[in-house]
């Protein structure tokens, strides 16, 4: 096996919105790494049907657009991390517009601004439709093969952070897949931006790969995590009985379609802002009416709309609903949540810093406070501008030396033999999280779930010490361990709050501060 070392000023593991948009700022600071697991447009930005919402036009304002989001926080957000990511956004939205980002317009040239559920203006922007995390990837991808100061690392597997010996960290060791190699980055400063943990659901809206594994890698570090327990379920998520799934744009509902039962009755039609009530609402009032019938699934309807203007602007999710066997045009399609997006995580200020020196976290791999206890929709693609851009900022004032002698460790490798055993513990952990830590929750249930993730992790993939460092025994171990950590801050956290719903406790007084369940 090779192993190899670079050096450089900055480091990004994941090339999602986050980690593109760091690289690209911090290109002209200096020499930049970016590590992917798989290709360069393989992280859950890439499938983002939701827009960006900014204020860009006359008639909205920054004020109202931080209202929208601490509201649908319910009341947990961090206020002036909010005012940050809207004020900042905006500008930063209009610089990806100068640099020539393809938004959707109209014939006459005109910005096309979408509406969302919790949005009080129309101003979400779109591109290509209902694929704008396509589009933003593939922009900012093209930005950095510009720069000859990136180097690109797929295919390579961040399993560990170095740190020096103040305890900084100074860089990561990366498994090289596709050439089973070693490579160690050497970097003052390094930004995680790997994703969130949606994927240990086993309905989820998120490619396989979003296991958590920044949040992991930091908790080893020694970095803190922080309301891992707030896990979104997109409202919407098409619904087939073998479990696999999709997402249905909210953009559709923004667009007119309603939402049904199995009796074809409207049941948000009189809740306050229907069907455009923010995600938490939606999610809940599908999983009560699912309760309430004998299909596990609603319908949303497009019956009404003009089919031409859905061919249109959702061509995308009209085909692959159509490939499904589902005529839209005739019948409502079937939808239920599914776990869609991680609102806790790696613990960070205003300027994305860990409280590890040297450590960075942007995207959804961080709980930078702006989510409070439920996302706004299209607020996280910019959240990753925002912070991403803020990390680098703050990293090259600080002007870090680059690390001389950094901990490496033994040698990692892979065993094939683990493969098939760790996707069925990966299937068995996946139906047990949905079961006792999904949309709705209990004592109950999170203790059932707290006691078989201590049953799993007492018999792990490899019991054996020299197959500490195997990839596929890391990954069981790490999945098991951030699904304990949920779980506990689910139990912790005892009333009722945005995504987080407990049956047996009551709702939580809205406060004007965050308030965060640390796990260490």
């Not at 991680?342 to 930078?368: F, K, Q, W």
Request: charged fraction near 20%; aromatic fraction near 6%.
């Amino acid at each position: 096996m090779t192993v190899d070392t670079l050096d450089c000023d900055f480091l990004v593991l994941g090339s999602g919105a986050a980690g593109l948009y760091a690289a690209w700022q911090a290109a002209a600071l200096g020499r930049v790494v970016l590590v992917t697991d798989g290709a360069l447009a393989s992280g859950s930005s890439y499938w983002a049907q939701g827009g960006i919402a900014a204020v860009t036009t006359d008639d909205d304002a920054l004020e109202a657009h931080v209202a929208d989001t601490l509201a649908a926080g319910r009341g947990l957000c961090d206020r002036a991390a909010v005012e940050i990511l809207v004020a900042e956004g905006a500008a930063v939205v209009r610089a990806l517009i100068a640099a020539g980002m393809p938004f959707d317009t109209d014939a006459d040239g005109r910005l096309r601004r979408g509406l969302e559920g919790g949005h009080s203006h129309h101003r979400i922007l779109h591109a290509l439709g209902v694929q704008t995390g396509k589009a933003l990837v593939d922009f900012l991808i093209a930005r950095i093969r510009e720069c000859d100061t990136i180097t690109v690392v797929e295919h390579g597997f961040a399993h560990r952070l170095l740190r020096d010996a103040d305890g900084r960290c100074a860089g990561a060791r990366i498994h090289r897949q596709d050439v089973d190699g070693e490579l160690r980055v050497r970097a003052p400063a390094t930004l995680l931006a790997t994703g969130g943990y949606s994927a240990l659901f086993e309905r989820t809206t998120n490619p396989a790969g979003a296991l958590g594994v920044g949040v992991g890698l930091a908790r080893a570090a020694g970095a803190r995590q922080a309301d891992l327990e707030f896990v979104q379920f997109h409202p919407t998520a098409f619904h087939e009985a073998s479990g696999r799934t999709f997402l249905i744009s909210e953009a559709l509902r923004g667009a007119g379609a309603t939402l049904v039962n199995a009796a074809g009755e409207r049941f948000l039609a009189d809740a306050p802002g229907a069907e455009l009530a923010p995600r938490d609402v939606v999610a809940s009032a599908i999983t009560a009416e699912i309760a309430r019938q004998d299909v596990p699934y609603v319908g949303l309807d497009l019956r009404h709309l003009d089919p031409a203007m859905l061919e249109q602007s959702f061509g995308f999710i009209m085909a692959a609903i159509a490939e499904r066997g589902i005529d839209w045009r005739r019948e409502p399609v079937p939808v239920a949540p599914a776990a869609h997006y991680c609102i806790g995580g790696v613990a960070t200020d205003h300027h994305g810093a860990t409280d590890v020196p040297g450590l960075y976290a942007a995207g959804e791999v961080a709980a930078t406070g702006v989510h409070g206890a439920n996302r706004l929709a299209s607020n996280s693609l910019l959240e990753c501008l925002v912070f991403a851009q803020r990390a680098v900022a703050h990293a090259a004032e600080r002007a870090a030396p680059r690390p001389g002698r950094v901990d490496n460790g033994p040698i990692w490798r892979v065993e094939p033999g683990h493969a098939d055993a760790f996707a069925t513990r990966r299937r068995d952990l996946g139906a047990l999280m949905m079961r006792h830590v999904g949309i709705e929750r209990d004592r109950a249930g999170l203790e059932a779930a707290l006691a078989a993730i201590e049953t799993a992790r007492a018999a792990p993939l490899s019991a054996s010490p020299d197959r500490a460092d195997d990839y596929f025994a890391f990954l069981d171990r790490h999945v098991h361990a951030l699904a304990d950590a949920i779980a506990r801050a689910a139990l912790a956290r005892e009333t009722s709050v945005g995504v987080h719903c407990r049956r047996d406790t009551r709702p939580a007084v809205h406060r004007d501060r965050p308030v965060f369940v640390s796990v260490k």
